[in-house]
Each structure stands twice: as structure tokens, then as C-alpha cells.
């Protein structure tokens, strides 16, 4: 790539970038539909892409929600991306997927109609299954482009996560980029086979994903974090300038592991421990009862650590995944609550008077 390299000044970007066989020039932003398979009736689908590209150089980061078609809280917060206006000062090119599995999406399923999971297909395949060929195509139209990535998810069905990041930290820039991204709790964890984080590290691409709230529900606490993460991310990465206000955020809780505990017989769950708590081992988390309120069982954590996701679902069977604890022995754990990230809290961003009158979802 040809770029002005005159001592104290900004590189000019040169060449376009070729995304979906549209060639978005630096300076310029497209809205793009990638072709994904059709539908039953022949109807053509497409996978909306929104490209912004900066007159300068800089990292080439994309931003996809919706891999799995039920987790929705990334679609909002790339949604509130689009209005910034820090977006006037970019350098690098953001790429934005607000949804990645289309046909999941439509049909308020995690799953595509093959009933694959597209995260564990990866890197796909030109003519593999439905799965494998809508991986192939995000692969080669948006990580091969990219230099970093950020994939947005929430809790399954049922299921809710507090804000958190996972990452590999045997990836430097992986590691600065989750660190920075400004939620308590980051989750240092290696790949899963076929996941989108894997298949991008095999080309050299940094992939953080942001885990907040629960499929198919909104959540503004989750949102906003998310919108804040992913400025403050591209900050670190020099894409946006950095913030006039002073850094008060508290260093993230890492961990490195964590453990399901799991529902000792079936009945009704009383929950008595919120996400983002830090509990000790064999503190209640809950009791489970039959519906006359007898033999009830207590719940208790497994381990030290700090609840990160949790069933918002009362009707247990035995064996059921109800809490979700983030190992951390010791006596210094620290966890915030849900309530540090309160839709009445500041942006701090620079946002636009149209965002900050925005009425938040409740």
C-alpha cells in the first residue's frame, strides 16, 4: 500500500478496499449487501455490511454481532456506533456487521436452518454445508481485510451473562485490546475448534469477544458498555483520539478459569445471588424446591470467585447449567455490579446531543 510518509505527518491512505466487489475509498463509507444463500421462495439474502473508512492510515477493525441469530444486544450497540461523532476523527477503516446470521436472526434461533452452530465451523468452506459456506464468505469478505476484530455476544436462550471479555492472552494484542476494553471481568481462554476467534488467529487477526445480557432481550446496561468498550478499544489502537477526561476505570478482574454449578435435582430455582457478585466457596447462591416448598436444596458455589452468568429460567431439571462462576481464590476479589454500567451514567465518549437525549431501553 503506497502512503505519504513525510516525518510528522499522518500517512494518507491510497488504495481502496474491496469488500463484497464494492471498493470504498479512503475518506468514503458504504453500505454494502453481501449475498448469502437464498431463501426457500428464491428470495435473495444478504449480510449488511457498513464500512467507514478514515483519509489516514490505521488498523483495519471489524465489529460483528449476531453469529449466533438470537443474540441481539450487539445489533443496538452497533446501531449507537453509527451516530458518534469521534467517528469524524477516524483513522484505519471500521468494518460492521450488525448481523452475521442472517437466517438464525429471522428466525429468532442461535442456530442456522441446517441446525449447525455457525461458531464451530470455521473457517468454513467455499462448498461445504449452509454453515460452512456463510463462515467461508465472512471469513474471506471481512477477516482477510481486517487487521483486529471484536465479535459480540450474550448468554444463550434463558441465559444471562455479566459484562465480561474472553480472550487468548498468549496474543499480546489480544490481551492490550480486552484489557482495555473497560468491563470488570476479562477471561483469559484459549481457542475453541471452529470458532470465529480460532480461524481469525490462524491469520495473524486479533479477536476479543464481548459476552453481556441474554438472547433475544435488549439490555441497556450491556449496551452502552459495549458502546464504550469498543471506543475505548479503538483509542488503544490509535483509530480515534484519545480521550481529554481523566482514566478512572478500575483495572478488569482476570481470570483464568471458571465452572458451571449445576442444578442437584429438579424443581423450582430461587436465585439469591446477582450477576457480578463475588462469592466464596460453598456460599448459597440458591435454593431449589418442589412446588409444595418441600425438600429444598441449597445451591452453593463450587469455588471463590465472581458470578458471570447465570439462568434467568425458575424451572430446573437435574443437571441443568444455573450459575456460572468465574474462579479467583483468595481474599482480594473485587467485583462491580450491573449498576456501574446504568443507563443514566455519562458515555464519555463525545457522543453527539442526539445520542445523549437518546431514550434509554428499559
Not at 443474540?71 to 446501531?79: S, Y
Request: charged share 25%.
Amino acid at each position: 500500500m503506497q502512503q505519504e510518509t513525510a516525518p510528522g505527518l499522518p500517512r494518507r491512505e491510497r488504495e481502496p478496499i474491496v469488500i463484497g466487489g464494492v471498493a470504498i475509498k479512503p475518506g468514503a463509507q458504504a453500505a454494502i449487501d453481501i449475498p448469502i444463500a437464498d431463501l426457500l421462495t428464491r428470495t435473495p439474502m444478504h449480510m449488511p455490511v457498513k464500512v467507514l473508512r478514515g483519509r489516514y492510515a490505521g488498523p483495519r477493525l471489524f465489529v460483528g454481532a449476531a453469529l449466533h441469530g438470537d443474540e441481539i444486544n450487539g445489533v443496538e450497540i452497533i446501531r449507537r456506533l453509527l451516530r458518534l461523532s469521534a467517528f469524524k476523527a477516524l483513522r484505519g477503516t471500521l468494518i460492521l456487521i450488525p448481523i452475521v446470521n442472517v437466517l438464525g436472526f429471522m428466525a429468532q434461533s442461535r442456530y442456522l436452518p441446517d441446525r449447525r452452530d455457525l461458531n464451530r465451523v470455521f473457517p468454513g468452506s467455499r462448498s461445504g454445508s449452509l454453515a460452512g459456506r456463510l463462515a467461508h464468505t465472512f471469513m474471506t469478505e471481512i477477516v482477510e481485510k481486517s487487521t483486529h476484530g471484536i465479535d459480540l455476544h450474550t448468554g444463550a436462550i434463558h441465559r444471562e451473562n455479566f459484562p465480561q471479555i474472553r480472550a487468548n492472552f498468549d496474543d499480546p494484542d489480544a490481551a492490550k485490546m480486552a484489557l482495555k476494553f473497560g468491563v470488570p471481568v476479562v477471561i483469559n481462554t484459549g481457542f475453541r475448534d471452529g470458532s470465529l476467534r480460532h480461524a481469525a488467529s490462524k491469520l495473524s487477526v486479533p479477536v476479543i469477544v464481548y459476552e453481556a445480557g441474554e438472547a433475544l432481550r435488549f439490555n441497556e446496561s450491556c449496551v452502552r458498555a459495549g458502546v464504550k468498550g469498543i471506543v475505548h478499544v479503538m483509542r488503544t489502537l490509535k483509530m480515534l483520539p484519545a480521550s481529554q477526561r481523566r482514566n478512572t476505570r478500575r483495572e478488569p478482574l482476570v481470570i483464568g478459569s471458571s465452572i458451571w454449578v449445576r442444578a442437584p435435582g429438579s424443581g423450582l430455582l430461587r436465585t439469591t445471588m446477582a450477576l457480578g457478585s463475588a462469592v466464596r466457596k460453598d456460599e448459597i447462591l440458591g435454593f431449589i424446591s418442589d412446588p409444595f416448598g418441600e425438600n429444598e436444596v441449597e445451591l452453593r458455589s463450587a469455588a471463590d470467585g465472581v458470578v458471570i452468568g447465570r439462568t434467568n429460567l425458575p424451572l430446573v431439571h437435574e443437571g441443568d447449567a444455573l450459575f456460572h462462576v468465574a474462579r479467583h481464590e483468595g481474599k482480594q476479589v473485587v467485583a462491580r455490579s450491573l449498576e456501574s454500567f446504568e443507563p443514566g451514567a455519562d458515555y464519555e465518549l463525545g457522543l453527539t446531543s442526539e445520542l445523549v437525549d437518546d431514550r434509554p431501553i428499559v
